[in-house]
């Protein structure tokens, strides 16, 4: 959110703060990836309340790895593979055809060799490491349970008989996709690369996440032990599957807690911010906008979305991120782009105005503007107002 300078205060204040992810004692997951037996002493998810734990209607548990970081994408890996063919031809022509015999022994051999490390390497870096296997996710019980590699520490991510919100992030190119977890335990991200065949695979589930720029170090996913939490795609579909089931409108919520103590919230028909709430059922008015002020030598720029509904006024703000997307290349253009990002990218931008008054402020994580910008624009609005954003 920008530090402050020697003397002077942050014009935000403090950025959104959450209670510490607590470390609390679990059982180790099962070592292969799927379900298990539901264990005798744990309590039943929030979905089957009052319900013995070895019932048919208690969830079972489940574990989903973590992707190494250095592991290559699938797609990566074919294209490693397909370019290895050309080698082992081109091999095969000189020892049929050359006329010298040492072209005919040595450059063969050195086609077949880089075709051969080609391969290896593809497969060295598709394959995570012997320990990796033991780092992920365990959806036990009420709880999802981040576990260190080699029965590393145990970080509780999640309760799931409280109620929590998982909120959908995308890049420009829904080519990455993190969910942040929200809840009285913390807040904490998930993330997972997709390539063009997932992406048309899990389609319906990258049209439910929010565009945000693809600068923003919130989408690297870091865990509580200091290393990205990252899942495969159909890993990360699952999970979300499991979540949604135990509480059905997660995806449209999330639960933080400003610098004051005050809840800030969306819960699809409900915001509550700076002690005020909101009801998206019901007219209000709302605008984006951008201002700066002067922070000790430099000057930051932040984005505000001012809310009014009956007597209710507030300011959300927070820092300026990048406005336009990371292309693809010189040929990109934002023409390529889903309707659905088209829409999120013109949320994120509003007209020039002066600073708001401080007592109207709530300063939030940046990553929570689009979504909470999204859900303003479905509300209805006085006549007024101006066209809510379209692609």
């Not at 999330?254 to 005020?276: I, K, P, Y």
């Amino acid at each position: 959110m920008g530090r402050e300078a020697k003397g002077q205060k942050d014009p935000l204040e403090a950025v959104a703060t959450l209670p510490p992810i607590e470390a609390r004692a679990h059982e180790p997951p099962p070592a292969t990836g799927w379900p298990a037996a539901q264990r005798a002493d744990e309590p039943a998810s929030d979905v089957a309340a009052g319900s013995p734990p070895d019932s048919p209607s208690s969830p079972a548990p489940r574990w989903f790895d973590a992707t190494a970081p250095d592991a290559a994408p699938a797609g990566v890996a074919r294209s490693r593979r397909l370019w290895s063919i050309p080698l082992l031809v081109a091999a095969l022509v000189l020892v049929a055809t050359a006329r010298s015999v040492a072209v005919r022994a040595l450059l063969p051999l050195a086609l077949v060799a880089a075709a051969a490390a080609l391969l290896a390497r593809g497969r060295r870096r598709l394959l995570p490491p012997a320990q990796a296997s033991r780092r992920g996710l365990s959806l036990d019980g009420d709880q999802l349970v981040l576990q260190g590699e080699g029965g590393a520490a145990r970080h509780v991510l999640l309760a799931t008989r409280e109620r929590f919100g998982v909120t959908l992030l995308a890049t420009p190119r829904r080519d990455r996709v993190v969910a942040l977890l929200s809840s009285s335990a913390g807040m904490s991200s998930i993330g997972a690369s997709f390539d063009g065949p997932s992406r048309r695979t899990f389609a319906a589930l990258l049209d439910r996440a929010s565009v945000v720029g693809s600068d923003e170090i919130g989408l690297e996913a870091i865990g509580p032990d200091g290393e990205p939490i990252s899942l495969d795609p159909a890993a990360l579909a699952a999970l979300l599957d499991e979540l949604t089931a135990r509480s059905p409108g997660c995806v449209d919520r999330f639960l933080v807690t400003d610098a004051r103590g005050a809840a800030l919230s969306l819960d699809g028909v409900e915001l509550r911010a700076g002690g005020r709430v909101f009801d998206l059922t019901a007219p209000l008015e709302w605008r984006a906008f951008v201002f700066q002020e002067a922070l000790g030598q430099a000057i930051a720029v932040y984005q505000g979305t001012w809310v009014r509904q009956g007597t209710s006024e507030i300011v959300l703000v927070c820092l300026l991120p990048a406005m336009t997307p990371a292309l693809d290349g010189p040929s990109a253009s934002l023409g390529s782009l889903d309707r659905g990002a088209l829409r999120d990218l013109r949320l994120m931008q509003g007209s020039p105005e002066s600073p708001p008054p401080a007592d109207q402020r709530v300063a939030i994580d940046r990553l929570l503007m689009v979504p909470i910008r999204s859900a303003l624009d479905k509300a209805p609005r006085p006549a007024a107002q101006a066209p809510r954003a379209r692609a």
